[in-house]
């Protein structure tokens, strides 16, 4: 990859697309992960305002404190970046007490952990909408259109998607070359919706370069019958979240009435 062609290709189309909107600047949610580290210093080098908002939810103290140092750093080589600090803690809390109870809590942590991402969202879009700004997605090419790793209307809800093309290990790439700090590049990929350190490969259960492999496999029109041990169960992996998500990555179905009826 042509890293740096790659870099300025971004910044100049993020640039672009604000100018033409005749919009400011942007928001994006800054989580100590390697895809908010990229997308954000991108959006920092368009020399647009850029709000980068900290939006913890029990969140881990190593995920909050990366963030945190990530903010820092864009302050100290861009004068464009604005922080705003919202703990969403006790809004998510006051959310779940308004909940009906559950017999088993264990059948609604996924459904909390979506409604996280989804406050998270509307934070975004509170502050896009004060400082007329566009809200910059973080979601790289394997979870957007791989596996669909995102929540909908969450991380999903945004305005553009300035890294959406570029596989996980490309966006890595970019954060070698933009000087994103050491302890973001090496900290392992999570989502940070459970309030702990569990990691997407947990989740998922493949690595991205695992995932990667999976989807350019998919693409040349191969089946699980083609692989033996791991890479068939990584296949399987893939091609099962693919399917599952699909709904994430399709246009929302319209039912058209037909003009008879009209």
Not at 138 to 157: A, L, S, W
């Amino acid at each position: 990859m042509q890293t740096e062609k790659v870099v300025n290709h971004i910044v100049d189309w993020l640039r672009d697309y604000a100018t033409n909107a005749r919009i400011k600047g942007f928001v994006i949610g800054v989580s100590g992960g390697i895809d908010s580290a990229v997308t954000s210093t991108l959006c920092a080098k368009t020399g647009l305002d850029l709000l980068c908002i900290e939006m913890p939810i029990h969140q881990a103290e190593n995920q909050v404190n990366r963030a945190s140092r990530h903010i820092d750093w864009l302050q100290e080589n861009f004068k464009n970046v604005q922080r705003q600090p919202v703990n969403l803690t006790p809004i998510f809390d006051s959310f779940v007490n308004a909940l009906p109870t559950v017999e088993n809590e264990e059948e609604r942590f996924m459904s909390l952990a979506n409604t996280r991402a989804r406050l998270r969202m509307t934070t975004l879009y509170y502050f896009a909408a004060l400082k007329g700004y566009l809200v910059a997605g973080t979601g790289n090419k394997v979870e957007d259109f791989g596996v669909g790793f995102y929540t909908k209307y969450g991380d999903g809800g945004v305005d553009l998607s300035p890294i959406a093309d570029l596989l996980k290990t490309q966006v890595y790439e970019l954060g070698r070359f933009l000087g994103v700090s050491e302890e973001i590049m090496k900290a392992p990929p999570t989502d940070g919706l459970w309030g702990d350190d569990r990691t997407d490969e947990d989740q998922i259960g493949a690595s991205y370069p695992e995932l990667e492999w999976a989807m350019k496999m998919q693409d040349e029109g191969k089946t699980a019958d083609d692989f033996l041990g791991r890479e068939k169960e990584v296949f399987l992996i893939f091609t099962r979240l693919n399917k599952a998500n699909r709904h994430k990555m399709v246009p929302i179905p319209v039912c058209k009435i037909p003009t008879s009826f009209l």
